[in-house]
């Protein structure tokens, strides 16, 4: 079965640099959602999408930013890169379908590296 | 903030059923008990959810106490596979985000 795709798996930037990171749903799945995870931490919500209009905002810093496109998927991208911005970064889908519990599918994951 | 409470970690002997708590005593009547576990670094994934009465699938258990305060996830015959941190999740129904709190690491020995 298709899952959800992120790329890239690994990506290693400088400080200030800036950082463009995809997320392709599965088939289907009108919601995205991206988390963020940092070294020792659990995941923390940054932001989602439904039908490619922003429909939950978390933590995300004002540095990032994030659209869903006309095929939905779904781009992160981070600005003015700090070290603290170091995780891995989760894009999850799902599909609005209450007969499904809303499950969340996982992609697996981005290593942000930043130096 | 996460609304509920979980034990950091527990151990469990393999092929024994592994019974993992969680409090939730600020739950309002239209959330869910979600379940969700993460192996090492991979995504995050969905093992089960409930309202209120009790649910089974293919992976686990969901038992919710009748004042929906509390809940266990039972893995009947844990594996080695199943050493993971496990997250109890309480949420609206919806497309709405999961809100995961500390968890409870799960150590499954031989």
């Known amino acids: 079965a298709a899952g959800v795709i992120q790329s890239p798996r690994h990506l290693i930037k400088e400080k200030r640099e800036t950082a463009t990171l995809k997320c392709y749903p599965i088939?289907?799945?009108?919601?995205v959602y991206w988390y963020q995870q940092g070294p020792g931490q659990d995941p923390q919500f940054l932001i989602s999408?439904?039908?490619?209009?922003?429909?939950d905002k978390g933590s995300i810093p004002d540095r990032f930013s994030a659209q869903q496109f006309s095929d939905y998927h779904s781009e992160l991208n981070m600005s003015s890169l700090e070290l603290g911005d170091s995780a891995l970064y989760f894009c999850?889908?799902?599909?609005?379908?209450?007969?499904?519990?809303?499950?969340?599918?996982f992609g697996p994951g981005t290593r942000l590296t930043v130096l | 903030d996460a609304k509920t409470t979980q034990p950091p970690s527990m151990d469990c002997a393999e092929g024994r059923a592994a019974n993992l708590p969680c409090n939730h005593s600020?739950?309002?009547?239209?959330?869910?008990v979600y379940w969700y576990r993460q192996i090492h670094s991979q995504g995050p994934q969905y093992i089960i959810h409930g309202l209120k009465n009790n649910e089974t699938n293919e992976m686990a258990s969901l038992i919710i106490t009748e004042d929906r305060k509390s809940s266990t996830l039972i893995l009947p015959h844990a594996t080695l596979r199943d050493t993971a941190v496990y997250y109890c999740i309480v949420r609206l129904s919806g497309n709405t985000p999961l809100v995961f709190g500390k968890g409870t690491r799960l150590s499954v020995i031989a």
């Open positions: 088939p289907r799945h009108d919601t």
């Open positions: 999408f439904y039908e490619k209009m922003q429909s």
């Open positions: 600020t739950i309002s009547g239209n959330e869910y």
């Open positions: 999850a889908s799902s599909v609005h379908d209450y007969l499904r519990g809303y499950e969340q599918f």
